[in-house]
């Protein structure tokens, strides 16, 4: 069951604070411990129904720790020739939801971009990405690629196993639609970016402003400034979530 909690008002306390009754859904108790399921719990407020509330978890620990969190990218075996040029329709990853009709949609955490080989000139790093609409590739054309490094992100067993339902695939053009990619807000990271060297990187952290739902892909590609050989890798950080999609 997802945390929360229910609030419930019980009466005052004699130094002029009013009580209020929480039921507990799978919170954790004093020292860590966790309370059962549906047990009571009891918070103060003051006068003016003020409670302070404080973040026990750093903010992704909690959606992590449910095992459909996962992180996909490009191993450096087949790492990417960058292109210092506005793609069509490639993308160098591009995730795909097999999922039925209804199914979990994959919620766009963060993606990232960098440089495994020394660069010929110093160079910035732009990620681009675009949702591919439900059906632009018909499902029996999606085939999955092995090659493609796939982690559920809460070292759960079988970690290492593919998230259910999610077709990878590198270097396409299949999957994109012209003059339909979006750069969405990042930061370089990495390495000084006035000088020609390893490990430029670029991160977007996007926290869920992308939903793709069943049928539907994610596409991603890097524009740079000096094009490389087999220079660059990427991955995707998602999680698998029920929603409940608007028409």
């Known amino acids: 069951m997802s945390t929360g909690i229910v609030f419930t008002p019980s009466g005052s306390t004699d130094q002029g604070e009013s ?72 993308s160098e990853l591009n ?33 681009i990405v675009q949702v591919s609409p439900v059906n632009l590739v018909a499902s029996a054309a999606v085939v999955d690629n092995s090659a493609v490094l796939a982690r559920c992100l809460n070292g759960k067993a079988g970690a290492l196993n ?41 991160i977007a952290d996007l926290n869920g402003l992308y939903v793709i739902q069943p049928g539907a892909s994610f596409a991603v590609n890097a524009v740079v400034g000096t094009a490389v050989a087999s220079a660059g890798i990427m991955g995707v950080v998602f999680h698998l979530a029920e929603l409940d999609l608007g028409s």
């Open 19 to 90: 009580m209020s009754q929480f039921v507990v859904r799978g919170a954790a108790g004093a020292q860590g411990t966790l309370l059962p399921d549906g047990s009571g719990a009891a918070a103060r407020v003051n006068g003016r129904g003020e409670q302070i509330v404080a973040q026990g978890l750093p903010e992704r620990a909690e959606l992590v720790r449910m095992g459909q969190s996962w992180h996909y990218s490009i191993p450096t075996g087949s790492a990417f020739t960058t292109v210092a040029a506005w793609p069509t329709t490639r």
């Open 162 to 202: 593919r998230a259910p339902n999610i077709a990878a695939t590198i270097a396409s053009t299949a999957y994109g639609i012209a003059s339909q990619w979006h750069v969405p807000r990042q930061y370089q990271a990495g390495t000084n970016l006035a000088a020609v060297s390893v490990g430029q990187a670029s």
């Open 95 to 127: 995730l795909t939801n097999m999922a039925a009709a209804g199914g979990p949609s994959m919620v766009i955490d963060q993606v990232w971009a960098a440089t495994i080989v020394t660069e010929t000139a110093a160079s910035a790093l732009t990620i």
